[in-house]
Structure formats: structure tokens, C-alpha cells
């Protein structure tokens, strides 16, 4: 009969592997999401409640808008790696999910004076750090 310790050890060693990874598991992980909520101006004055759904995309899609997005002249001779005027139309279609829009019309959104720089920054850094987010590791003392 197992001592009690044995039993503890073997419970942990079930429990242990039950956590483990599959490639299952890997291959079928769903995209992250976001909710992002902020509040709109609206004619008369008043503030109203919107929200947008953003959903990642994958790491060649993201590098693949990277590239066909080149700084210009300028924005190189600057340290740029990207166009930010035509990556953040880009990469704001590709990743807001509600409400579908073009990069056409992002690009509108983005060059329109009605949003101020910080507004529409906030939606760009936002469906950036989605697309670059890493994985949730639980850092803990392992002795």
C-alpha cells in the first residue's frame, strides 16, 4: 500500500502533466481580443459610450503590413521602421473586427481634423500592443 507521501507525489505528478501543453492545444488557441470603450463627442455636446472589438492578427500578417508600409525618406533619415500614416490605416482595418472598415476609410478616421492626435493614437497603440502581446506566464519562486 502507498504511504501517504507516495500518494501526495503521484497526485502532484497527475496534476502536473493534466497542465502540460498539447500541439492541439497550440494549433487551435483562438486570437486575443479586446473590448476598447471610450467616449465620443456627439452633436449637442453631450458624450456617448462606443465601443470597437479588436482581434489579432498573426505574426506574418503583422511583419507582411510592416512591409509593404516602408518609412518614407524622411521618416527613415527620423529612425521610422514604418509609415505610421499608412500602417495605422492598415493595420486598424486588419485588426478592428466591430466595425468592419477599409484602410480607405481608416485613413479617412486618421486624416480627419474632427480626431485629435490622442484619440486616434489610442486606437493605434492599442491594436499594436494586441498584435505584440505576449503570453501570460505566471513568474513564481521556484526555490
Same mark, same amino acid.
Given at each position: 500500500?502507498?504511504?501517504?507521501? $507516495?500518494?501526495?507525489?503521484?497526485?502532484?505528478?497527475?496534476?502536473?502533466? %493534466?497542465?502540460?501543453?498539447?500541439?492541439?492545444? +497550440?494549433?487551435?488557441?483562438?486570437?486575443? $481580443?479586446?473590448?476598447?470603450?471610450? +467616449?465620443?463627442?456627439? !452633436?449637442?455636446?453631450?458624450?456617448? !459610450?462606443?465601443?470597437?472589438?479588436?482581434?489579432?492578427?498573426? %505574426?506574418?500578417? #503583422?511583419?507582411?503590413?510592416?512591409?509593404?508600409?516602408?518609412?518614407?525618406?524622411?521618416?527613415?533619415?527620423?529612425?521610422? %521602421? #514604418?509609415?505610421?500614416?499608412?500602417?495605422?490605416?492598415?493595420?486598424?482595418?486588419?485588426?478592428?473586427?466591430?466595425?468592419?472598415?477599409?484602410?480607405?476609410?481608416?485613413? $479617412?478616421?486618421?486624416?480627419?481634423?474632427?480626431?485629435?492626435?490622442?484619440?486616434?493614437?489610442? +486606437?493605434?497603440? %492599442?491594436?499594436?500592443?494586441?498584435?505584440?502581446?505576449?503570453?501570460?506566464?505566471?513568474?513564481?519562486?521556484?526555490?
Amino acid at each position: 500500500m502507498p504511504t501517504k507521501a $507516495e500518494g501526495v507525489t503521484a497526485r502532484q505528478k497527475q496534476s502536473d502533466a %493534466s497542465k502540460r501543453v498539447t500541439f492541439e492545444m +497550440l494549433k487551435t488557441k483562438p486570437r486575443a $481580443e479586446q473590448e476598447i470603450t471610450f +467616449l465620443m463627442n456627439t !452633436e449637442g455636446g453631450k458624450k456617448e !459610450e462606443v465601443t470597437f472589438l479588436f482581434r489579432s492578427i498573426g %505574426s506574418v500578417d #503583422y511583419d507582411r503590413l510592416l512591409t509593404k508600409n516602408p518609412p518614407t525618406t524622411e521618416q527613415r533619415a527620423e529612425g521610422a %521602421s #514604418y509609415n505610421i500614416n499608412t500602417f495605422a490605416p492598415a493595420i486598424l482595418s486588419s485588426v478592428c473586427a466591430e466595425p468592419e472598415m477599409s484602410p480607405t476609410q481608416w485613413s $479617412e478616421i486618421w486624416n480627419s481634423p474632427d480626431w485629435n492626435r490622442g484619440e486616434i493614437m489610442q +486606437l493605434f497603440v %492599442s491594436a499594436v500592443e494586441l498584435c505584440n502581446q505576449g503570453m501570460d506566464i505566471p513568474f513564481f519562486d521556484r526555490g
